[in-house]
């Protein structure tokens, strides 16, 4: 095992009591039973992940169901292009898979600052305007006109360009070693016009010994060497309040984790969403598996291989669940990179000190009682378990005021919420509950409650509407990933609906160069010539689509 993952385990073992990870190599073998036949694929252990953060719901004033207009919209379009490259590879005699590749962890961060109306300064005249932008490393100054700037680094715009239309991006590099990784560095900034990022950079400054950075005041760069088994990515953080660096750069990394957590889900969700109808269901259900197609277990659980399949959170197939659900982590991940919550900006406030505040009353790990104020807690600063349990309690808080649009014989808006009612029993009215649907265990009972005639008295639906529920797939899916267990998905091919005859060049064409107009949502990137472009990055990744070709 990778010393440097060893390292980073380390507290989340300690955290969860996880028994440990081979790290003997490759010992495990597919064996052959005494009949001859193949036995299930060998399995490698990995960690049972439980969160322990508790959280607070918000009031549910408000928090109305309804009935939707004609106008509004239950599904998103399939994502563009997807379909075309899936069916291509099928096509050439090979079957598509999702492949995780991490390899890069830690070596590029970008991060998306966007000026707000509020920071540009103009002057009385108002024929000219300039934004002195803090970047936390240093400060530069924004503006159309060269000279302005006497105690910052300048950086002039296009006239064009109005300065509450920029996106500021900080490119963050880790040069690698013998001995690891070294200390996170901000090496560029770039300057894009929001409207149009996909055009490239308008103004860049490199920065090298010359430009001096207070790097103690760079929670952002701090925040990156704590989740250095982040792959490169783009973010956006949330506006910060109330934080020591130390809270900052623990509040950041944990965002970093849930920005890519989120996006492993949404690739899974999309993978599934440009696959054949009749393949969906099998998707739904199928959990993946470790780079060299191995299966995950765990000596202290039997879930752990299941819980890397999307049923296990949200229950069997149905295709308005399944709509549903895409259009929730849309939302969350636009919640992720516009920080929009019910048309007001959100913000993190790290340990308020208010006697009466939630933080300090009944002491969670955090809360999201007021709209588009999330509160992190002292609890969420403290656990062992930073890893896993503050990226889970992160996406658990961005989902409080939320709706998602669903139907399944009446169209719906519902709130996602952890309070739900459900029945049990022959006639689903009997033992009826009300609580929250927080932790693993309640999150498995909405996802299979059965009752003797095989109803699930409204349990599946409630998944599907519930905070922890979204935030548990997300956080664990992502978490094995980000830690290397979790490599390929689906781990099985869904099975084969025609004949296709193996093509010489199945696994080539159409997975290094992606069709036109197919784009990746990956923390605000683009696909380009076969690779992940991150404005401002040096290092595009491949794309993450891998071939399993069929024997010949």
């Given at each position: 095992?990778?010393?440097?993952?060893?390292?980073?385990?380390?507290?989340?073992?300690?955290?969860?009591?996880?028994?440990?990870?081979?790290?003997?190599?490759?010992?495990?073998?597919?064996?052959?039973?005494?009949?001859?036949?193949?036995?299930?694929?060998?399995?490698?252990?990995?960690?049972?992940?439980?969160?322990?953060?508790?959280?607070?719901?918000?009031?549910?004033?408000?928090?109305?169901?309804?009935e939707?207009?004609?106008d509004?919209?239950t599904e998103?379009?399939?994502?563009?292009?997807?379909?075309?490259?899936?069916?291509?590879?099928?096509?050439?005699?090979?079957?598509?898979?999702?492949?995780?590749?991490?390899?890069?962890?830690?070596?590029?961060?970008?991060?998306?600052?966007?000026?707000?109306?509020?920071?540009?300064?103009?002057?009385?005249?108002?024929?000219?305007?300039?934004?002195a932008?803090?970047?936390?490393?240093?400060?530069?100054?924004?503006?159309?006109?060269?000279?302005?700037?006497?105690?910052?680094?300048?950086?002039?715009?296009?006239?064009?360009?109005?300065?509450?239309?920029?996106?500021?991006?900080?490119?963050y590099?880790?040069a690698?070693?013998e001995?690891?990784?070294?200390?996170?560095?901000?090496?560029?900034?770039?300057?894009?016009?929001?409207?149009?990022?996909?055009?490239?950079?308008?103004?860049?400054?490199?920065?090298?010994?010359?430009?001096?950075?207070?790097?103690?005041?760079?929670?952002?760069?701090?925040?990156?060497?704590?989740?250095?088994?982040v792959?490169?990515?783009?973010?956006?953080?949330?506006?910060?309040?109330?934080?020591?660096?130390?809270?900052c750069?623990?509040?950041?990394?944990?965002?970093?984790?849930?920005n890519?957590?989120?996006?492993?889900?949404?690739?899974?969700?999309?993978?599934?969403?440009?696959?054949?109808?009749?393949?969906?269901?099998?998707?739904?259900?199928?959990?993946?598996?470790?780079?060299g197609?191995?299966?995950?277990?765990?000596?202290?659980?039997?879930?752990?291989?299941?819980?890397?399949?999307?049923?296990?959170?949200?229950?069997?197939?149905?295709?308005?669940?399944?709509?549903?659900?895409?259009?929730?982590?849309?939302?969350?991940?636009?919640?992720?990179?516009?920080?929009?919550?019910?048309?007001?900006?959100?913000?993190?406030?790290?340990?308020?000190?208010?006697?009466?505040?939630?933080?300090?009353?009944?002491?969670?790990?955090?809360?999201?009682?007021?709209?588009?104020?999330?509160?992190?807690?002292e609890?969420?600063?403290?656990?062992?378990?930073?890893?896993?349990?503050?990226?889970?309690?992160?996406?658990?808080?961005?989902?409080?005021?939320?709706?998602?649009?669903?139907?399944?014989?009446?169209?719906?808006?519902?709130?996602?919420?952890?309070?739900?009612?459900?029945?049990?029993?022959?006639?689903?009215?009997?033992?009826?509950?009300?609580?929250?649907?927080?932790?693993?265990?309640?999150?498995?009972?909405?996802?299979?409650?059965?009752?003797?005639?095989?109803?699930?008295?409204?349990?599946?639906?409630?998944a599907?509407?519930?905070?922890?529920?979204?935030?548990?797939?997300?956080?664990?899916?992502?978490?094995?990933?980000?830690?290397?267990?979790l490599?390929?998905?689906?781990?099985?091919?869904?099975?084969?609906?025609?004949?296709?005859?193996?093509?010489?060049?199945?696994?080539?064409?159409?997975?290094?160069?992606?069709?036109?107009?197919?784009?990746?949502?990956?923390s605000?990137?683009?696909?380009?010539?076969?690779?992940?472009?991150?404005?401002?990055?040096?290092s595009?990744?491949?794309?993450?689509?891998?071939?399993?070709?069929?024997?010949?």
């Amino acid at each position: 095992m990778d010393h440097r993952l060893g390292r980073l385990l380390a507290p989340l073992c300690l955290a969860l009591a996880c028994s440990g990870v081979d790290d003997h190599g490759d010992a495990h073998h597919v064996a052959d039973s005494d009949d001859g036949t193949a036995l299930p694929s060998a399995a490698i252990e990995a960690p049972y992940l439980v969160g322990e953060l508790s959280c607070e719901e918000p009031s549910a004033t408000g928090a109305v169901e309804r009935e939707l207009s004609p106008d509004e919209e239950t599904e998103l379009p399939p994502p563009s292009g997807l379909s075309e490259l899936l069916a291509q590879i099928r096509q050439q005699g090979g079957r598509p898979t999702l492949h995780f590749d991490t390899h890069a962890a830690g070596r590029l961060l970008n991060v998306r600052v966007p000026v707000r109306a509020h920071q540009v300064h103009r002057t009385a005249d108002a024929v000219d305007d300039d934004v002195a932008l803090d970047l936390g490393a240093l400060t530069v100054r924004l503006t159309h006109r060269a000279g302005t700037a006497v105690d910052a680094p300048e950086l002039v715009l296009p006239a064009t360009l109005p300065l509450d239309q920029v996106v500021v991006l900080k490119t963050y590099t880790r040069a690698a070693s013998e001995d690891g990784l070294g200390r996170a560095t901000l090496a560029m900034v770039s300057v894009f016009d929001r409207r149009d990022e996909q055009a490239g950079p308008v103004a860049t400054l490199a920065i090298d010994d010359q430009v001096p950075q207070a790097r103690e005041a760079d929670c952002d760069a701090l925040a990156y060497e704590l989740a250095s088994e982040v792959p490169p990515v783009a973010v956006s953080f949330p506006p910060l309040s109330s934080c020591t660096v130390d809270e900052c750069a623990k509040t950041r990394a944990a965002w970093l984790r849930a920005n890519h957590d989120l996006h492993r889900v949404r690739q899974m969700l999309e993978f599934i969403a440009a696959s054949p109808p009749e393949d969906r269901a099998y998707l739904w259900a199928a959990e993946g598996g470790s780079e060299g197609g191995e299966r995950l277990m765990s000596y202290e659980s039997d879930d752990v291989g299941p819980n890397t399949a999307l049923a296990f959170y949200f229950g069997p197939y149905a295709e308005y669940r399944f709509k549903a659900i895409r259009i929730a982590y849309e939302r969350l991940w636009r919640t992720f990179h516009d920080h929009e919550v019910g048309g007001l900006e959100l913000d993190i406030e790290c340990t308020p000190d208010g006697p009466g505040d939630i933080c300090n009353t009944t002491k969670p790990g955090g809360h999201h009682a007021v709209k588009s104020n999330m509160k992190l807690c002292e609890k969420a600063y403290t656990t062992p378990s930073q890893v896993f349990d503050v990226p889970r309690l992160v996406l658990h808080e961005s989902m409080h005021h939320m709706f998602v649009p669903w139907k399944d014989n009446v169209a719906r808006l519902s709130p996602i919420m952890d309070t739900h009612t459900h029945g049990h029993g022959g006639l689903c009215a009997g033992k009826l509950v009300t609580d929250k649907g927080y932790g693993l265990k309640k999150i498995k009972h909405l996802a299979s409650y059965e009752n003797d005639r095989g109803d699930d008295c409204w349990h599946n639906n409630f998944a599907f509407r519930n905070n922890d529920t979204f935030a548990y797939a997300a956080a664990t899916i992502g978490t094995y990933i980000r830690f290397g267990f979790l490599a390929r998905w689906p781990l099985e091919q869904a099975p084969e609906h025609e004949d296709n005859f193996p093509d010489p060049e199945c696994g080539m064409a159409g997975v290094n160069t992606p069709p036109p107009g197919f784009s990746d949502p990956l923390s605000k990137c683009y696909k380009s010539g076969g690779q992940l472009v991150c404005p401002g990055a040096h290092s595009p990744g491949d794309l993450e689509i891998g071939v399993i070709c069929a024997q010949r």
